[in-house]
Protein backbone atom coordinates (compact mmCIF):
# COMPACT_ATOMS: atom_id res chain seq x y z
CA UNK A 1 0.00 0.00 0.00
CA UNK A 2 1.23 3.60 0.47
CA UNK A 3 3.92 4.96 1.99
CA UNK A 4 3.08 8.74 3.82
CA UNK A 5 6.15 9.55 5.89
CA UNK A 6 4.98 10.63 9.32
CA UNK A 7 6.16 10.73 12.84
CA UNK A 8 6.13 6.87 13.86
CA UNK A 9 4.53 7.90 17.38
CA UNK A 10 0.97 9.91 16.93
CA UNK A 11 -0.82 10.61 20.50
CA UNK A 12 -2.97 8.88 22.25
CA UNK A 13 -6.87 9.26 22.71
CA UNK A 14 -7.63 10.96 25.79
CA UNK A 15 -9.98 10.57 28.98
CA UNK A 16 -12.46 13.77 27.59
CA UNK A 17 -13.14 11.19 24.18
CA UNK A 18 -11.21 13.92 22.05
CA UNK A 19 -7.88 12.81 20.45
CA UNK A 20 -4.90 13.88 22.36
CA UNK A 21 -4.20 16.90 19.54
CA UNK A 22 -7.48 18.19 21.24
CA UNK A 23 -6.45 19.01 24.40
CA UNK A 24 -4.62 16.26 26.17
CA UNK A 25 -0.77 16.73 27.68
CA UNK A 26 1.37 15.53 24.66
CA UNK A 27 4.63 13.36 25.50
CA UNK A 28 7.74 14.73 23.72
CA UNK A 29 7.05 13.00 20.31
CA UNK A 30 3.85 14.59 19.75
CA UNK A 31 4.35 18.07 21.27
CA UNK A 32 5.31 19.91 17.67
CA UNK A 33 1.83 19.01 16.94
CA UNK A 34 -0.37 20.23 19.88
CA UNK A 35 -2.19 23.46 19.81
CA UNK A 36 -1.73 23.56 16.16
CA UNK A 37 -4.38 21.21 13.95
CA UNK A 38 -6.39 20.47 16.59
CA UNK A 39 -8.27 23.29 19.09
CA UNK A 40 -9.72 25.38 16.08
CA UNK A 41 -12.12 22.19 15.65
CA UNK A 42 -12.35 21.25 19.56
CA UNK A 43 -13.69 24.86 19.71
CA UNK A 44 -16.91 23.52 18.08
CA UNK A 45 -19.95 23.21 19.83
CA UNK A 46 -20.46 19.32 19.05
CA UNK A 47 -16.61 18.30 19.07
CA UNK A 48 -16.96 15.68 22.14
CA UNK A 49 -19.86 14.37 21.06
CA UNK A 50 -18.54 13.68 17.01
CA UNK A 51 -15.13 12.75 18.52
CA UNK A 52 -17.57 10.11 20.71
CA UNK A 53 -19.02 8.71 17.33
CA UNK A 54 -16.24 8.45 15.39
CA UNK A 55 -14.57 6.32 17.94
CA UNK A 56 -17.71 4.21 18.36
CA UNK A 57 -18.38 3.85 15.14
CA UNK A 58 -14.86 2.77 13.69
CA UNK A 59 -14.53 -0.22 16.56
CA UNK A 60 -18.22 -1.19 15.68
CA UNK A 61 -17.01 -1.30 11.93
CA UNK A 62 -13.79 -3.46 12.27
CA UNK A 63 -15.36 -5.58 15.57
CA UNK A 64 -16.16 -9.40 14.06
CA UNK A 65 -18.13 -10.91 17.03
CA UNK A 66 -17.40 -14.36 15.84
CA UNK A 67 -13.39 -13.46 14.90
CA UNK A 68 -12.04 -11.78 17.84
CA UNK A 69 -8.70 -12.61 17.30
CA UNK A 70 -8.77 -10.37 13.49
CA UNK A 71 -10.94 -7.89 15.60
CA UNK A 72 -7.65 -7.67 17.89
CA UNK A 73 -5.64 -7.22 14.98
CA UNK A 74 -7.77 -4.97 13.22
CA UNK A 75 -8.74 -2.45 16.60
CA UNK A 76 -5.15 -2.28 17.50
CA UNK A 77 -4.25 0.97 16.25
CA UNK A 78 -7.57 2.64 16.19
CA UNK A 79 -7.90 1.59 19.81
CA UNK A 80 -4.20 3.18 20.27
CA UNK A 81 -5.95 6.56 19.59
CA UNK A 82 -4.96 9.31 16.95
CA UNK A 83 -5.93 12.73 15.98
CA UNK A 84 -9.04 11.55 13.64
CA UNK A 85 -8.32 14.43 11.73
CA UNK A 86 -9.77 13.35 8.61
CA UNK A 87 -13.37 12.25 10.03
CA UNK A 88 -13.54 15.93 11.89
CA UNK A 89 -12.65 17.05 8.41
CA UNK A 90 -15.57 15.53 6.69
CA UNK A 91 -18.08 16.07 9.82
CA UNK A 92 -17.19 20.02 10.13
CA UNK A 93 -17.71 20.23 6.39
CA UNK A 94 -21.06 19.25 6.41
CA UNK A 95 -21.69 21.60 8.80
CA UNK A 96 -20.46 24.44 7.24
CA UNK A 97 -23.43 24.98 5.77
CA UNK A 98 -25.69 24.24 8.99
CA UNK A 99 -26.83 26.41 11.60
CA UNK A 100 -24.17 26.63 14.72
CA UNK A 101 -24.62 23.79 16.83
CA UNK A 102 -26.25 21.20 15.15
CA UNK A 103 -24.96 17.76 15.07
CA UNK A 104 -24.58 16.54 11.59
CA UNK A 105 -26.15 12.92 10.63
CA UNK A 106 -24.84 9.38 11.74
CA UNK A 107 -23.85 8.84 7.82
CA UNK A 108 -21.69 11.62 7.88
CA UNK A 109 -19.92 10.29 10.30
CA UNK A 110 -19.72 6.82 8.78
CA UNK A 111 -18.38 8.70 5.61
CA UNK A 112 -15.75 10.23 7.80
CA UNK A 113 -14.62 6.90 9.12
CA UNK A 114 -14.42 5.32 5.98
CA UNK A 115 -11.63 7.74 5.39
CA UNK A 116 -9.79 7.20 8.87
CA UNK A 117 -10.14 3.73 7.56
CA UNK A 118 -7.90 3.89 4.93
CA UNK A 119 -5.65 6.09 6.57
CA UNK A 120 -5.31 3.55 9.45
CA UNK A 121 -4.99 0.53 6.77
CA UNK A 122 -2.26 2.16 4.95
CA UNK A 123 -0.15 2.97 8.11
CA UNK A 124 -0.39 -1.07 8.76
CA UNK A 125 1.30 -1.72 5.29
CA UNK A 126 3.62 1.84 5.62
CA UNK A 127 5.06 -0.46 8.97
CA UNK A 128 5.35 -3.16 6.98
CA UNK A 129 7.75 -1.60 4.29
CA UNK A 130 9.31 0.55 7.06
CA UNK A 131 10.21 -2.54 9.61
CA UNK A 132 8.59 -0.11 12.34
CA UNK A 133 8.16 -1.35 15.50
CA UNK A 134 6.47 1.00 17.41
CA UNK A 135 2.97 3.32 16.15
CA UNK A 136 1.53 5.51 18.38
CA UNK A 137 3.35 4.15 21.63
CA UNK A 138 2.17 0.82 21.00
CA UNK A 139 3.62 -1.97 19.12
CA UNK A 140 3.61 -1.64 15.88
CA UNK A 141 1.08 -4.66 14.28
CA UNK A 142 4.13 -5.71 12.08
CA UNK A 143 5.92 -6.41 15.57
CA UNK A 144 3.52 -8.26 17.38
CA UNK A 145 2.05 -10.56 14.92
CA UNK A 146 4.32 -10.19 12.09
CA UNK A 147 4.39 -8.81 8.20
CA UNK A 148 2.02 -11.28 6.26
CA UNK A 149 -0.77 -10.73 9.46
CA UNK A 150 -0.24 -6.71 9.42
CA UNK A 151 -0.78 -7.26 5.15
CA UNK A 152 -4.00 -8.87 5.44
CA UNK A 153 -5.02 -6.66 8.51
CA UNK A 154 -4.40 -3.27 6.30
CA UNK A 155 -6.58 -4.99 3.51
CA UNK A 156 -9.18 -5.50 5.70
CA UNK A 157 -9.64 -2.15 7.02
CA UNK A 158 -9.53 -1.03 3.20
CA UNK A 159 -12.33 -3.40 2.59
CA UNK A 160 -14.27 -1.75 5.23
CA UNK A 161 -13.27 1.34 4.04
CA UNK A 162 -15.01 0.17 0.74
CA UNK A 163 -17.68 -1.53 2.26
CA UNK A 164 -19.06 1.88 3.88
CA UNK A 165 -18.59 4.16 0.92
CA UNK A 166 -20.45 1.44 -0.99
CA UNK A 167 -23.27 1.95 1.67
CA UNK A 168 -23.27 5.81 1.37
CA UNK A 169 -23.55 5.69 -2.69
CA UNK A 170 -22.17 4.99 -5.54
CA UNK A 171 -20.59 8.59 -5.68
CA UNK A 172 -18.91 7.98 -2.16
CA UNK A 173 -18.15 4.72 -3.30
CA UNK A 174 -16.36 6.24 -6.64
CA UNK A 175 -14.77 9.03 -4.59
CA UNK A 176 -12.94 6.21 -2.51
CA UNK A 177 -11.89 3.83 -4.65
CA UNK A 178 -10.83 6.55 -6.94
CA UNK A 179 -8.74 8.78 -3.75
CA UNK A 180 -6.68 4.47 -2.71
CA UNK A 181 -5.57 5.03 -6.72
CA UNK A 182 -4.22 8.58 -6.30
CA UNK A 183 -2.50 7.58 -3.18
CA UNK A 184 -0.48 4.60 -4.68
CA UNK A 185 0.27 6.63 -7.54
CA UNK A 186 1.54 9.70 -5.29
CA UNK A 187 3.67 7.38 -3.91
CA UNK A 188 4.88 5.49 -7.26
CA UNK A 189 5.62 8.82 -8.50
CA UNK A 190 8.08 9.50 -5.65
CA UNK A 191 9.87 6.01 -5.72
CA UNK A 192 10.35 7.41 -9.07
CA UNK A 193 12.69 10.59 -7.92
CA UNK A 194 14.46 8.30 -4.78
CA UNK A 195 17.91 9.75 -4.52
CA UNK A 196 17.68 12.13 -7.09
CA UNK A 197 19.32 15.40 -6.28
CA UNK A 198 17.80 17.04 -9.79
CA UNK A 199 13.69 16.47 -8.73
CA UNK A 200 11.92 19.16 -9.28
CA UNK A 201 9.29 20.91 -7.16
CA UNK A 202 6.78 19.90 -9.99
CA UNK A 203 7.50 16.30 -9.29
CA UNK A 204 7.41 16.95 -5.27
CA UNK A 205 3.79 18.67 -5.81
CA UNK A 206 2.88 15.64 -8.26
CA UNK A 207 3.40 13.19 -5.57
CA UNK A 208 2.01 15.15 -2.36
CA UNK A 209 -0.86 15.87 -4.46
CA UNK A 210 -1.76 12.24 -4.68
CA UNK A 211 -0.12 10.21 -1.25
CA UNK A 212 -1.10 13.30 0.86
CA UNK A 213 -3.75 15.94 -0.31
CA UNK A 214 -6.01 13.24 -2.39
CA UNK A 215 -7.06 12.18 1.10
CA UNK A 216 -8.30 15.68 2.69
CA UNK A 217 -9.79 16.21 -0.21
CA UNK A 218 -11.92 13.00 -0.11
CA UNK A 219 -12.46 13.69 3.53
CA UNK A 220 -14.19 16.98 3.36
CA UNK A 221 -15.45 16.13 -0.60
CA UNK A 222 -17.65 13.00 0.99
CA UNK A 223 -18.80 15.13 3.97
CA UNK A 224 -19.97 17.85 0.92
CA UNK A 225 -21.54 14.60 -1.01
CA UNK A 226 -23.52 12.84 2.06
CA UNK A 227 -24.82 15.88 3.24
CA UNK A 228 -25.81 16.41 -0.43
CA UNK A 229 -24.70 20.10 -0.57
CA UNK A 230 -24.97 21.54 -3.76
CA UNK A 231 -22.39 20.61 -6.25
CA UNK A 232 -20.71 23.96 -6.27
CA UNK A 233 -20.34 24.16 -2.82
CA UNK A 234 -18.95 20.43 -2.55
CA UNK A 235 -16.70 21.23 -5.19
CA UNK A 236 -14.94 24.31 -3.01
CA UNK A 237 -14.79 21.78 0.30
CA UNK A 238 -12.86 19.55 -2.10
CA UNK A 239 -10.48 22.39 -3.22
CA UNK A 240 -10.36 23.15 0.41
CA UNK A 241 -9.23 19.52 1.44
CA UNK A 242 -6.32 19.52 -1.36
CA UNK A 243 -5.03 22.71 -0.34
CA UNK A 244 -4.70 21.95 3.25
CA UNK A 245 -3.27 18.78 2.54
CA UNK A 246 -0.80 20.33 -0.08
CA UNK A 247 -0.19 23.25 2.76
CA UNK A 248 0.04 20.44 5.58
CA UNK A 249 2.85 18.62 3.64
CA UNK A 250 5.07 21.04 2.94
CA UNK A 251 4.80 22.00 6.56
CA UNK A 252 5.74 18.44 7.78
CA UNK A 253 8.46 18.34 5.55
CA UNK A 254 9.93 21.38 6.85
CA UNK A 255 9.73 20.43 10.33
CA UNK A 256 11.82 17.18 9.21
CA UNK A 257 14.26 19.52 8.70
CA UNK A 258 13.71 22.71 11.27
CA UNK A 259 12.31 20.13 14.62
CA UNK A 260 14.64 18.02 16.77
CA UNK A 261 14.19 13.99 17.24
CA UNK A 262 12.14 14.26 20.12
CA UNK A 263 9.97 17.06 18.98
CA UNK A 264 9.49 14.68 15.92
CA UNK A 265 9.31 11.60 17.94
CA UNK A 266 11.88 10.37 15.04
CA UNK A 267 15.39 11.39 13.55
CA UNK A 268 15.24 14.66 12.35
CA UNK A 269 16.55 13.90 8.81
CA UNK A 270 15.23 11.18 7.76
CA UNK A 271 13.66 11.55 4.72
CA UNK A 272 16.63 13.09 3.20
CA UNK A 273 18.68 9.42 4.78
CA UNK A 274 15.77 7.27 3.03
CA UNK A 275 16.52 9.56 -0.54
CA UNK A 276 13.31 11.56 -0.16
CA UNK A 277 14.23 14.83 -0.85
CA UNK A 278 11.49 17.80 0.08
CA UNK A 279 10.53 20.97 -1.02
CA UNK A 280 13.22 21.98 1.70
CA UNK A 281 16.17 20.22 0.23
CA UNK A 282 14.78 21.00 -3.81
CA UNK A 283 15.68 24.26 -2.64
CA UNK A 284 18.39 24.42 -0.72
CA UNK A 285 19.76 22.53 -3.76
CA UNK A 286 19.05 25.70 -5.99
CA UNK A 287 20.23 28.06 -3.43
CA UNK A 288 24.15 28.70 -2.94
CA UNK A 289 24.87 26.22 -0.53
CA UNK A 290 23.16 23.44 -3.11
CA UNK A 291 26.90 22.61 -4.53
CA UNK A 292 28.14 21.03 -0.88
CA UNK A 293 24.54 19.55 0.12
CA UNK A 294 24.38 17.98 -3.40
CA UNK A 295 28.02 15.87 -2.90
CA UNK A 296 26.39 14.82 0.52
CA UNK A 297 23.10 13.41 -1.18
CA UNK A 298 25.38 11.77 -3.95
CA UNK A 299 27.74 10.02 -1.47
CA UNK A 300 24.41 9.34 0.70
CA UNK A 301 23.47 10.70 3.34
CA UNK A 302 23.60 8.49 7.18
CA UNK A 303 22.61 8.34 10.08
CA UNK A 304 26.64 9.61 10.70
CA UNK A 305 26.40 12.70 8.75
CA UNK A 306 22.67 13.75 8.65
CA UNK A 307 23.48 16.73 10.63
CA UNK A 308 25.81 18.26 8.85
CA UNK A 309 23.27 18.05 5.13
CA UNK A 310 20.39 19.47 8.18
CA UNK A 311 22.56 22.05 8.37
CA UNK A 312 22.96 22.76 4.36
CA UNK A 313 19.69 23.26 4.26
CA UNK A 314 18.75 25.25 7.32
CA UNK A 315 21.03 27.27 6.18
CA UNK A 316 19.82 28.66 2.75
CA UNK A 317 16.96 30.02 1.16
CA UNK A 318 14.66 26.37 1.47
CA UNK A 319 13.45 27.11 4.23
CA UNK A 320 12.35 30.20 4.18
CA UNK A 321 11.02 29.41 0.13
CA UNK A 322 9.49 26.16 1.62
CA UNK A 323 7.54 28.11 4.26
CA UNK A 324 6.15 31.18 1.57
CA UNK A 325 4.84 27.89 -0.46
CA UNK A 326 3.02 26.66 2.42
CA UNK A 327 1.36 29.85 3.32
CA UNK A 328 0.42 30.20 -0.19
CA UNK A 329 -1.33 27.00 -0.08
CA UNK A 330 -2.77 28.22 3.31
CA UNK A 331 -4.05 31.47 1.93
CA UNK A 332 -5.93 29.86 -0.72
CA UNK A 333 -7.50 27.15 1.80
CA UNK A 334 -8.75 29.90 3.94
CA UNK A 335 -10.69 32.19 0.86
CA UNK A 336 -11.86 28.69 -0.27
CA UNK A 337 -13.31 27.37 2.55
CA UNK A 338 -14.59 30.66 3.86
CA UNK A 339 -15.92 31.28 0.63
CA UNK A 340 -18.65 28.66 1.31
CA UNK A 341 -20.29 30.21 5.07
CA UNK A 342 -19.23 32.17 7.39
CA UNK A 343 -20.40 30.15 10.44
CA UNK A 344 -18.30 28.57 12.87
CA UNK A 345 -17.61 25.16 11.13
CA UNK A 346 -16.41 27.15 8.53
CA UNK A 347 -13.95 29.40 10.53
CA UNK A 348 -12.65 26.26 12.20
CA UNK A 349 -11.23 24.83 9.34
CA UNK A 350 -9.90 28.18 8.01
CA UNK A 351 -8.21 28.77 11.37
CA UNK A 352 -6.97 24.56 11.27
CA UNK A 353 -5.47 25.71 8.00
CA UNK A 354 -3.58 28.97 9.55
CA UNK A 355 -2.50 26.83 12.92
CA UNK A 356 -0.55 24.93 10.71
CA UNK A 357 2.35 27.69 10.16
CA UNK A 358 2.08 28.34 13.75
CA UNK A 359 3.73 24.96 14.23
CA UNK A 360 6.90 25.93 11.84
CA UNK A 361 6.71 29.48 14.03
CA UNK A 362 6.95 28.16 16.99
CA UNK A 363 9.77 25.73 16.61
CA UNK A 364 11.81 28.76 14.22
CA UNK A 365 11.01 31.24 17.43
CA UNK A 366 12.56 29.33 20.11
Known sequence: MVRRRRCATRAPA???????????????????????????????????DDSARIERFLLDTVRIDDDPYLTEIAS???????????????????????DDGASVADDVVRGGVAVELVQVGSL???????EAQIRRQVDSVNARWGNLRAVLAGDYLLAKASEIAASLGTDVA?????????????QVAELQTLYNPDRTPEQYFTSISGKTASLFAAATRIGGLVAEL?????????????LYGMAFQVVDDILDIIATDDQLGKPAGKDMIEGVYSLPVIYA????????LRDLLEARITADNRFEAIDYVRRSSGIDRSYDTASEFVDRARATILGVSDNKAANALADTASHLLGTVDRIRNA
Open 174 to 186: GLLATTIGELCKG
Open 14 to 48: SVTGLPAAFGARPDAATRYRVGVDGPPLASLPTAS
Open 76 to 98: HLIKAGGKRQRPFFTITSAATRM
Open 230 to 242: EPAITDQLTEFGR
Open 124 to 130: YHDDVID
Open 285 to 292: LQSDRGPQ
